[in-house]
């Protein structure tokens, strides 16, 4: 069956940096799109980027651009999300998938907190 499984969150002062990991099996990983999403306390499921099957189109939200870098190794299975220039506003936690609202890991939890 289809699973993911993020892991690499944990605390950071603002400005800091962290990077996340997202572990992938059950299916082709080779031949998909995954995307990276994140949930803060009370409010919806927010996407925040999105990697080609093969990682040469890679698209962020605005509110991430510039900071933020997705990356993957489809010999691997994996895909990583790198965060830099942390902000208290991105505390959430973090989900991985390949297909939104169908397949979702348990997510891990980034506080950026001074």
């Known amino acids: 069956q289809v699973q993911f499984v993020e892991s690499g969150g944990g605390l950071v002062q603002p400005g800091g940096s962290l990077k996340l990991s997202c572990a992938a099996s059950g299916f082709t990983f080779s031949t998909y799109s995954l995307l990276w999403y994140r949930q803060a306390p009370g409010k919806e499921r927010q996407w925040v980027g999105i990697i080609s099957s093969r990682g040469d189109d890679i698209r962020y939200a605005d509110d991430v651009k510039g900071r933020f870098t997705i990356s993957r190794d489809n010999a691997k299975n994996m895909m990583y999300l790198q965060m830099n220039s942390l902000k208290v506003e991105d505390t959430a936690v973090y989900y991985c998938?390949?297909?939104?609202?169908?397949?979702w890991g348990q997510g891990t939890q980034v506080t950026v907190s001074s």
């Open positions: 998938t390949n297909s939104p609202g169908v397949y």
